[in-house]
């Protein structure tokens, strides 16, 4: 059974750096693609970083150059590093993996603040 579990969330002052990552516990699947969402209060979910299970990777604008992602397939664990945040990045960023279906993870809160 697919269980996603993140961890790496937490409070950082702006310009500082997170690194989360997520691991499918259950070990069941090689999936096609990996990645990150997130979702600000009141704004919608928006995608972050994606990542092939062939490593072919995709961001979003507003983190390009910022945020790092990767994987490990043995593992199925993605990590997303994070670096230069912004307040605007504050969010609760969401895992998942895809094979034939979406599968999410619980969230985890990111806070950018001084």
């Known amino acids: 059974q697919v269980q996603l579990v993140e961890s790496g969330g937490g409070l950082v002052q702006p310009g500082g750096s997170l690194r989360l990552s997520c691991a499918d516990t259950?070990?069941?699947?090689?999936?096609?693609?990996m990645g990150w969402y997130r979702q600000a209060p009141g704004k919608e979910r928006e995608l972050v970083a994606s990542?092939?299970?062939?490593?072919?990777?995709d961001y979003a604008d507003s983190v390009k150059g910022r945020f790092t992602i990767s994987r490990d397939n043995p593992k199925n664990t993605v990590y997303l590093q994070m670096n230069s945040l912004k307040p605007e990045d504050t969010a609760v960023y969401y895992c998942?993996?895809?094979?034939?279906?979406?599968?999410w993870g619980q969230g985890t809160q990111v806070t950018v603040s001084a």
């Open positions: 998942y993996a895809f094979h034939l279906v979406a599968y």
């Open positions: 259950g070990g069941t699947f090689s999936f096609n693609s």
């Open positions: 990542i092939t299970s062939g490593g072919n990777r």
